[in-house]
């Protein structure tokens, strides 16, 4: 299994980033996905999650703010985040909800205030 997250960058605060991860090597549509961030010094953290049938679950910090969503026809995790704050700098990862997989390279996300 492979996961890709790509999509992350350089942004200002109050700005928007896509991120994207292509999953690979499983059956996509029947597994619960998540994002989960982790900035430096910190453990690595839930941000949001949805189910298969589309149920969607996100942190108190990011409510509001992130998107996420998922194309079961490409396999492609989405996470639409807007009004970006400096403390959602980390880099981000995609893995099912119950971490299945081994964890990709992530996507880094900065955000300057």
């Known amino acids: 299994v492979q996961l890709q997250a790509s999509g992350g960058g350089l942004v200002q605060a109050g700005g928007s980033l896509k991120l994207s991860c292509k999953v690979t090597g499983t059956n996509f549509g029947i597994n619960g996905m998540a994002w989960y961030r982790q900035a430096p010094g910190n453990q690595r953290e839930s941000v949001a999650s949805i189910t298969s049938e589309g149920r969607r679950n996100y942190a108190d910090s990011v409510t509001g703010r992130f998107t996420i969503s998922r194309d079961n026809a490409r396999r492609i995790l989405y996470l639409q985040m807007n009004t970006l704050k400096p403390e959602d700098t980390a880099r981000y990862y995609c893995?099912?909800?119950?971490?299945?997989?081994?964890w990709g390279q992530g996507t880094l996300v900065t955000v300057s205030s």
């Open positions: 893995n099912t909800i119950g971490k299945s997989y081994s």
